[in-house]
């Protein structure tokens, strides 16, 4: 897109578009010193030969001549002083109009480099927002329907195992309360917006695992033969005690026998 950079954020391999944003650098002036000071035009006017100020000096010896002081430096002085007098009106005015449309075509410059700049950064900013919207929303889709399927395959694979196992979980509250829990982790795990679809593949993966090898191991139990594990044929023979003999034997006889012991 043009205007655009694609650019690359965090550790994923998602892009987002960030604006390619153009800074203004106003146009700057120095004064030029011959047009724009009225100095530079002065100089440019009393040694240029203008018919004008060249009439003033005229006038000045003119009147040094009257007065009998043509050729004297006072003659000179006076013709010099005509000639900066008549260009000193036009100096200050030229040299003004110089200024003015100096500055003035420095302001449309600016002015013009300001809209340029910000025209296109607002055409930028527009079409990164556009391309993310859009990029997002592909995303967001793509997400939504891989998690469809995900949920789909799931409560195909619960149910293949439910079925797969429907004497166990029949014949055993166990059996059945670890169907029910791990029907409603999967459940949790799905729904968790903070895991990516990989994320809940594999541990929706560790639990139906889990659950199948448990239930085999709930269904073995079940059909274990207790009669068996109870069979003592293999067991070694116990030997029988030799009765005692003597005083305590005949003591063990009468008190069987009810007799009181202690009567002889």
């Not at 036009?90 to 410059?109: F, L, M, W």
């Not at 079925?163 to 014949?171: D, G, R, V």
């Not at 889990?210 to 269904?219: A, C, N, V």
Request: net charge negative.
């Amino acid at each position: 897109m043009p205007g655009l950079i694609e650019q690359q954020l965090g550790t994923g391999n998602q892009s987002v578009y960030t604006a390619d944003t153009e800074a203004f650098d106003p146009t700057l002036r120095t004064v030029d010193a011959p047009t724009e000071t009225v100095a530079g035009q002065l100089h440019s006017l009393l040694s240029s030969g203008n018919p004008y100020v060249e009439r003033a000096k005229s006038g000045a010896r003119d009147t040094a001549n009257q007065r009998g002081l043509l050729n004297t430096s006072m003659a000179a002085g006076a013709g010099e002083a005509a000639a900066i007098d008549a260009a000193l009106p036009i100096a200050s005015a030229d040299a003004n109009v110089y200024g003015t449309a100096s500055r003035e075509n420095q302001g449309y410059t600016n002015t013009a480099g300001q809209f340029n700049a910000g025209a296109k950064n607002t055409a930028s900013l527009q079409g990164s927002a556009a391309a993310n919207t859009s990029l997002l929303s592909a995303q967001t889709a793509g997400q939504d329907v891989e998690l469809q399927t995900l949920k789909g395959n799931q409560a195909k694979e619960l149910a293949d195992i439910e079925a797969k196992y429907k004497n166990t979980t029949q014949s055993s509250a166990s059996a059945t309360a670890l169907f029910s829990q791990v029907s409603k982790n999967i459940a949790d795990i799905l729904n968790d917006p903070n895991t990516s679809a990989e994320q809940k593949q594999s541990a929706v993966d560790f639990q139906r695992n889990m659950l199948e090898m448990q239930l085999i191991i709930i269904g073995e139990l079940a059909n274990i033969d207790l009669v068996d594990l109870l069979d003592f044929s293999a067991l070694p023979a116990v030997p029988v005690p030799t009765p005692p003999q003597g005083p305590i034997a005949e003591a063990v006889t009468r008190f069987k026998g009810g007799d009181d012991i202690g009567s002889d």
